[in-house]
């Protein structure tokens, strides 16, 4: 009997509709929930096959559509370290998401076997899970029969976080190994973060109260289920928009997305000054703070603030464990601000570079770094200790006990920090340990730099793959003749700059802009956005406000 002798009969159950060519994007695919059964199916076969083709290690699923609405989805994989899937593998989930018949799934799945030399009788094993959202469950079935066509050993860790799902696969994977990441369970997932965060904060001021948005969604049981378990004033926390059970409120008017795309609290929260909050997404990978001043303005603390506490705490920590050559840097991307980018750059005066969109882009690079810190300015983002710098920590040797507790800070700090991916909790925890050690307001952390005022716009154009970029996505080579519009547009504005890119997971172009002003920023990427509309096929009818 083949290997895929059941494969054709299970995919007759999840026909592909007709009039839908998928793409596995920035984030693995997304659209209309209920269209994705079968590319749900399609990516349980791909998943078993990735497991076989890295000697029957466990590959994740994972389903949602993170801060996007409530009647999208989506699914990915993750690949052995937490990590997303190795990028040569993301045209095989394209192909095989839009073959037209079941025997091309069947054919595709051939292909790639003789492709990459995959050996058939590994055991595959697949671990997924799923958010809060309303057709969940039916891709979950989806999902189910693909992994049963293919007969993989497979694990169902339930509704999770997409971090927590990253998380289970690193732990499965490193059980065996001299260095378990952890307890491949929501409670050892817990006591994991919750001890390190305890260990770092111990004996320090107890903080206020947290405010926690959770965008209704899979972020509200799981934060309560880690305040559970760290139980302790040191994580005193208040948890807003944790209605999980009702449609049609999933990252409407809240989450992370919300706060950072229009810069204002969720709807129905009255900020208090001095307090603090912050805001996950629909899947809680993202995280962003905020607060208000005593004049009631509204202040973000996005990624790139995040990223320049967490940088500096950590430099200042390797600078006094006595450890010279152990370089901290930061990876952005072209969204990060530019007040961020000139703060790490000449104040302190870190190594920093750009990658482009999409964290996977980010991981890569800062994987290149003793200890990279990469954030997203949207508040994707987390830090990465690479070898050299683990080994460099075990051989440190403390001449003071200064320089011991600096160390030990460190080793507790990688065990605070999901380095599989971004995580909102686990990011919550590194920025409430840096506050708390420091004795700082949300106010304080702010005064670091303060951002230019910045301005993200979408174009609906009727082709938008036309749009090819170079320079971490910064410069356009075509369509060809609206880079020198745009630079000429920038030249005209104090401190101006903008770019303009594809998105990677909506039908639209972005522009991005930032100027010395708020009138000056608006006006530059209306201006700019007018070019994009004006010079590659901008669809319907031209907005009012573009320039
Ligand atoms: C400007 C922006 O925020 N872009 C987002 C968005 O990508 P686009 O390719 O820009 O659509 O979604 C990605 C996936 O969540 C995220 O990684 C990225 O930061
Ligand atoms: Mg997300």
Redesign the pocket.
């Known amino acids: 009997m083949s290997a895929f002798s059941q494969v054709a009969e299970y995919s007759a159950k999840h026909p592909k509709p007709a009039d839908i060519t998928f793409e596995y994007g920035t984030a693995g695919f997304r659209t209309i929930g209920v269209t994705l059964e079968s590319t749900v199916f399609r990516a349980g076969l791909l998943a078993a096959l990735r497991s076989q083709s890295k000697q029957g290690q466990v590959i994740g699923v994972m389903i949602?559509a993170?801060?996007n609405h409530e009647r999208d989805n989506g699914v990915k994989l993750v690949d052995p370290m937490g990590e997303m899937l190795q990028q040569s593998w993301e045209s095989y989930c394209t192909d095989i998401a839009n073959a037209g018949s079941d025997d091309q799934v069947v054919d595709i799945l051939s292909y790639i076997v003789e492709k990459e030399g995959i050996d058939l009788s590994v055991r595959a094993k697949v671990a997924y899970a799923r958010d809060t959202r309303p057709s969940g469950p039916l891709l979950q079935k989806a999902l189910e029969d693909g992994l049963a066509a293919l007969d993989v050993d497979a694990a169902n860790f339930g509704i999770v976080t997409?971090p927590q799902l990253h998380y289970f696969v690193r732990c499965l994977n490193t059980a065996n190994s001299t260095s378990p990441y952890g307890e491949p369970t929501e409670a050892g997932y817990n006591k994991k973060y919750g001890q390190a965060f305890l260990r770092l904060v111990e004996g320090k001021p107890l903080p206020s109260t947290l405010h926690i948005d959770a965008a209704n969604g899979v972020g509200a049981p799981q934060v309560l289920k880690l305040a559970e378990a760290i139980g302790s004033p040191y994580f005193n926390i208040d948890v807003q928009n944790s209605d999980t059970a009702t449609l049609g409120k999933l990252n409407i008017d809240c989450g992370a997305d919300h706060v950072k795309s229009n810069q204002r609290p969720p709807a129905g929260t009255t900020l208090v000054p001095g307090e603090r909050y912050c805001s996950f997404?629909?899947?809680?990978?993202?995280i962003v703070y905020y607060y208000s001043d005593d004049n009631g303005v509204f202040h973000l603390l996005d990624g790139d603030k995040i990223s320049t506490l967490v940088a500096t705490y950590l430099r200042d920590l390797v600078t006094a464990a006595g450890i010279s050559d152990l370089q901290v840097g930061v990876v952005q991307t072209a969204y990060a601000n530019g007040s961020s980018t000139s703060y790490i750059k000449d104040t302190l005066r870190l190594p920093t570079v750009f990658a482009k969109t999409g964290v996977k882009n980010l991981h890569h690079e800062a994987e290149k770094m003793s200890i990279g810190a990469y954030f997203e300015a949207n508040g994707?983002g987390t830090v990465l200790f690479n070898p050299s710098a683990v080994a460099k920590l075990q051989a440190a040797r403390p001449e003071s006990p200064a320089q011991a507790d600096a160390i030990n800070r460190l080793w507790t700090l990688r065990d605070l920090i999901n380095e599989s991916v971004g995580d909102a909790m686990s990011d919550m925890l590194l920025v409430e340990t840096i506050l708390i050690c420091k004795g700082w307001t949300l106010e304080q952390w702010d005064a670091a730099y303060t951002d230019l005022p910045n301005c993200l716009l979408k174009v609906v154009v009727n082709d938008r793959s036309i749009f090819k970029t170079t320079d971490a996505e910064q410069q356009l080579t075509s369509p060809p003749g609206l880079q020198n519009v745009v630079n000429s547009l920038v030249a005209k504005f104090s401190k101006g700059r903008s770019f303009v890119r594809p998105s990677g997971t909506e039908d639209a172009v972005r522009v991005y802009a930032e100027a010395a002003s708020r009138s000056e920023c608006d006006q530059l990427a209306y201006a700019v956005a007018g070019a994009v509309f004006d010079m590659a096929g901008g669809r319907g009818e031209r907005p009012a406000e573009f320039l």
């Open positions: 949602t993170s801060h997409t997404d629909g899947d809680a990978d993202r994707h």
